[in-house]
Nanobody, 117 residues
Framework: QVQLVESGGGLVQPGGSLRLSCAASGFTVSTAAMSWYRQAPGKKRELVAAITRTAGTTNYADSVKGRFTISRDNAKNTVDLQMNSLKAEDTAVYYC??????????WGQGTQVTVSS
């Protein structure tokens, strides 16, 4: 059974850092295109960062370039999002998504990130 479980969210001050982790089960993360999305209250869910399957090429939303880093740990079967220099506007629920070939996309349950002093 496919499952994605996000962790690592919490409350952090502006300028601080958090590391989110998405633990996958039921499939291997290197065989899927993995991504992190976020959704702030009253706003649409938006793509934050993505990593392609196999080659591991990454791309980022302009708003997080230079501050966030997505990475994949094949041994742990996780995809992490390192978030530095956090801003109030990064406050949102962060979701992990898996796109596997010929399968419907799968989402995790989300983890709350709050950036506030």
């Amino acid at each position: 059974q496919v499952q994605l479980v996000e962790s690592g969210g919490g409350l952090v001050q502006p300028g601080g850092s958090l590391r989110l982790s998405c633990a996958a089960s039921g499939f291997t993360v290197s065989t899927a295109a993995m991504s992190w999305y976020r959704q702030a209250p009253g706003k649409k869910r938006e793509l934050v960062a993505a990593i392609t399957r196999t080659a591991g090429t990454t791309n980022y939303a302009d708003s997080v370039k230079g501050r966030f880093t997505i990475s994949r740990d094949n041994a742990k079967n996780t995809v992490d999002l390192q978030m530095n220099s956090l801003k109030a506007e990064d406050t949102a629920v962060y979701y992990c998504k898996a796109n596997r070939p010929s399968r419907d996309p799968y989402w995790g349950q989300g983890t709350q990130v709050t950036v506030s002093s």
